[in-house]
């Protein structure tokens, strides 16, 4: 495996740990709205990703670092063409977490149901956003031979990215209440498990129509279809599992479920695209890939030799924090604090 393969996969990795963890936050953050029951639960639901939220963003600020260093082209085009959505996207992270700090400063209804609403829209607009992007991606944007990018409205806005972007919002919620069942106790813990059974059928058919739209809208049937065959299959199987697990109350395997689904939908967006990094609509031989977008090889020496003394420390913490608030959120561990 060539430094090239390593850093792509390491950022493809990065990008698949983001969704995979701050997957569930925003699936919570997005049930805000309709689970809880009264301000107590709201609680609960935030207590749930309270110790863990910041940390998991981490992975999308390391991951775009890391694409920066080791890919520069990829990094100007991509951020240059969509600066529009990374704005929106930064944005909504950003009010996110105000109103994570924010909300319990004040014990008036009007100003908790403002950072309430703001949660709720951040952890929404994200990965919809997010979701748009990795499909324009995909399906292919009007990169010139110079690698610069003119990218037009039907880029942004088509039925390929606005399905993709509904598909991981509801992605997102499925991981998140899947989560709040697992990590809260009572008739919250009970709800979500009720509301994740409603949910899993709607993505499985949001993921189904999206894998349908990608063979006609994307060549990824062609470079890898025997990957995504296999992969369609794998993820029907999961979808059975999680499904079982949810009914049998089962909420550790369900978790672990989910997450195979996140983690098997990203992956296969990056295995499609390999060794490509963004497709131009344009013309093949103007696509970015990880050897004409490529920085030097001194400097991806330095970078691997740096990321393997230091990224195990950084797993090693956050793997840690896990396991220390590993227990699970009820009400009157919040009237004891």
């Known amino acids: 495996m060539s430094l090239n393969d390593l850093w792509f996969l390491l950022i493809s990795v990065l990008f698949v740990g983001f969704f995979f963890l701050e997957g569930f936050d925003f699936g919570v953050g997005m049930s805000l709205g309709f689970l809880p029951r009264n301000d107590t639960e709201k609680r609960m639901l ?59 400063k004040m014990s008036s209804n009007g100003w908790k149901k403002t950072w309430d609403i703001s949660i709720m829209i951040g952890s929404l607009a994200t990965p919809f956003l997010m979701g748009m992007i990795l499909a324009g991606i995909v399906q292919g944007v009007p990169i010139g031979s110079d690698m610069n990018i003119a990218i037009e409205g039907r880029n942004l806005v088509n039925l390929f990215t606005v399905w993709a972007g509904l598909a991981v919002v509801m992605l997102c919620l499925l991981h998140g209440l899947v989560f709040i069942s697992l990590r809260t106790e009572g008739e919250l813990r009970e709800r979500s498990r009720k509301y994740a059974l409603i949910t899993l059928p709607i993505t499985a058919v949001f993921l189904a129509v999206l894998a349908l739209l990608a063979s006609s809208s994307t060549d990824l049937y062609t470079k890898r279809g025997g990957w995504l065959i296999a992969a369609i299959i794998l993820g029907v199987v999961i979808f059975v599992l999680a499904a079982l697990f949810l009914r049998k109350k089962l909420e550790k395997q369900s978790f672990i479920a989910t997450s195979l689904l996140v983690v098997l939908t990203f992956a296969t967006l990056f295995i499609g695209l390999f060794p490509r990094v963004m497709v131009s609509s344009l013309d093949s031989a103007f696509d970015l890939t990880i050897y004409n977008a490529v920085s030097g090889p001194y400097t991806l020496k330095s970078m691997t030799i740096v990321a393997a003394i230091f990224l195990p420390f950084v797993l090693g913490y956050q793997c840690w924090s896990y396991y220390v608030f590993r227990k699970r959120v009820s009400e009157k561990e919040l009237a004891e604090h």
């Not at 990829?74 to 996207?89: E, H, M, R």
């Open 46 to 104: 935030i207590g749930t990703i309270g110790p863990f939220w910041d940390a998991n963003e981490v992975w999308l600020i390391t991951a775009v670092g890391a694409m920066f260093a080791a890919f520069p082209h990829w990094y100007s085009t991509l951020l240059s063409g969509y600066y529009l959505f990374f704005t929106f996207i930064l944005l909504g992270l950003i009010l996110r977490g105000v109103a994570f700090e924010f909300r319990h």
